[in-house]
């Protein structure tokens, strides 16, 4: 658990929180996953389900398989948002989501910026091409240098973090 990050808004101080999530946060994992994709439902041609949801085919993933780890963030007790990071060679952030009352707060740089720290080493993070603002906001939290491709499919980020 960590406090090391501040969201401000109306000028007072909120620790941002960020923990890996365990199966008995797996239901808040999965609502914050809906959400998530009826905003990405903007940049790609999802439907839902005939109950209604989305779905994400690899959520339970997250907790069976060694490498891939679920963050929940949390902003003055409140869930704030969440990520799927799958450890490996490289890193790679596969899913990222600040709601949207804290974003352009400082949460989701405070969020990426730990994850990174969590895991040091090359990582990778990728955003469609159509998603300029995801594009813009991986530009300002992945630290510098970093290297960036970008074709039709969308655009990737390539860097490393030092071991603390």
Do not use: C
Request: glycine share 6%; no cysteine; charged share 30%.
């Amino acid at each position: 658990m960590s406090l090391s990050g501040f969201v401000s808004k109306n000028r007072e101080m909120e620790p941002v929180e960020v923990f890996e999530a365990t199966l008995e946060d797996k239901s808040v994992v999965r609502q914050l996953l809906e959400l998530y994709q009826y905003d990405f439902s903007e940049f790609v041609d999802a439907d839902l389900d005939r109950h209604g949801t989305y779905g994400y085919q690899f959520l339970d993933n997250y907790w069976t398989e060694p490498d891939r780890h679920p963050f929940l963030f949390r902003v003055d007790g409140r869930w704030a948002g969440f990520a799927l990071v799958r450890a490996g060679a490289p890193h790679d952030m596969a899913e990222f989501f600040v709601m949207r009352k804290y974003r352009r707060h400082g949460v989701g740089l405070v969020a990426a910026r730990e994850l990174f720290a969590r895991f040091p080493g090359e990582w990778q993070v990728r955003q469609m091409a159509t998603n300029t603002p995801a594009t813009n906001f991986w530009r300002r939290a992945i630290p510098d240098p970093f290297e960036e491709d970008r074709s039709d499919h969308g655009t990737v980020q390539r860097f490393s973090v030092p071991d603390r």
